[in-house]
């Protein structure tokens, strides 16, 4: 009996069954499974065969539940749901076999530094990842991940829409970077003395005032407003300009070009607080969640990345 059943038994058959035993009608289960109506009576019928015992009987123009079918149906319905589940669930993420394509938003302040870490990780633990860095600031991060332009970001941000969710990676401090070839400075640096400098900032809109003036409510002698950190460096090479920037730039250009110096500033600046940010959308992704735990474990590894208590983004995120 038991290898007949096996044998003419659709499994096919079983959703059939449910799906009418939920609609309570032949043509009600035929709808919600896209069928005719004589398809759904024929599967029945073969599937009465198959039982040998009735499971449905006629009442008024639908059908309800033989004692045999309320029998199956308990025994039935969750192995079903627990079929169409396995089917439908997507595969698990493996990070060793994985190709996924990581579209991740980096600010310019960070990405020479955090960069190369990441991709140096994601090389042993994911080498068939690949990485697409999309350039975003405090302005434009927000807008990025909500529209699916990013699906992770390190940026510095103002204000995060319910949509995004975030923490904080860490907090830099601010330092001077100069060419001590063409610029003699004291040490320490004195307010009157960084004052009197000609100066280079970083302004992504190209406003010339930035955190320094906001904190003292004294302007630089600005010579030069670059777009980007890309070629600080350069500009500095040589010149005569002094430069306000985040600790972890300083650090990162002094390894390319050793002969450039560091110096304390002589008044105090808010720390930036650095964010991890990511769609909330997106939270349950394994994928993206891997990326993220590999960036935290990144930025604790890193010597540029000094917690500090975290201070007002909005000052933080203007021009250098």
């Known amino acids: 009996m038991l290898a007949s059943y096996g044998r003419d038994l659709d499994l096919n058959l079983l959703r059939v069954f449910v799906a009418v035993a939920d609609a309570g009608s032949v043509t009600g289960a035929a709808s919600r499974l896209y069928l005719t109506q004589p398809a759904v009576s024929a599967a029945l019928r073969r599937l009465t065969t198959a039982v040998g015992a009735p499971l449905l009987v006629r009442q008024g123009r639908g ?63 994911a080498p068939a990842m690949t990485v697409v860095v999309v350039p975003v600031q405090f302005r434009t991060v927000a807008e990025a991940l909500t529209t699916g332009k990013v699906e992770v970001a390190v940026s510095v941000v103002d204000e995060v829409p319910a949509t995004v969710m975030s923490e904080r990676l860490f907090s830099g401090s601010f330092v001077c970077l100069y060419d001590p070839r063409r610029v003699r400075l004291p040490r320490p640096l004195t307010v009157e003395r960084y004052f009197a400098q000609d100066h280079v900032i970083v302004s992504y809109n190209a406003d010339l005032r930035g955190i320094v003036e906001d904190v003292t409510g004294r302007t630089r002698r600005v010579r030069c407003a ?23 730039v300083a650090e990162r250009l002094r390894k390319t070009r050793p002969h450039l110096r560091v110096v304390g500033l002589p008044f105090e600046l808010p720390a930036t607080p650095i964010s991890l940010l990511w769609p909330a959308a997106m939270d349950g992704d394994e994928a993206c969640g891997f990326v993220r735990q590999v960036l935290r474990q990144v930025v604790v590894k890193s010597s540029v990345a000094r917690a500090r208590p975290a201070a007002g983004s909005r000052l933080a995120a203007r021009t250098r």
């Not at 996924?100 to 991709?119: C, F, I, N, T, Y």
């Not at 890309?230 to 010149?239: A, C, I, Q, T, W």
């Open 226 to 248: 670059l777009a980007s950190f890309g070629s600080l460096g350069e500009v500095l090479d040589g010149s005569g300009l002094l430069a306000t920037v985040p600790a972890a």
């Open 63 to 125: 059908v309800v539940l033989s004692r045999r079918g309320e029998r199956m149906l308990a025994e039935v319905r969750p192995h079903l749901q627990a079929l169409l589940a396995a089917a439908l669930a997507p595969p698990r993420f493996c990070a060793a076999d994985s190709t996924h394509v990581v579209r991740l938003g980096m600010a310019d302040s960070v990405e020479s530094w955090l960069l190369p870490a990441l991709l140096g990780e994601l090389a042993k633990r």
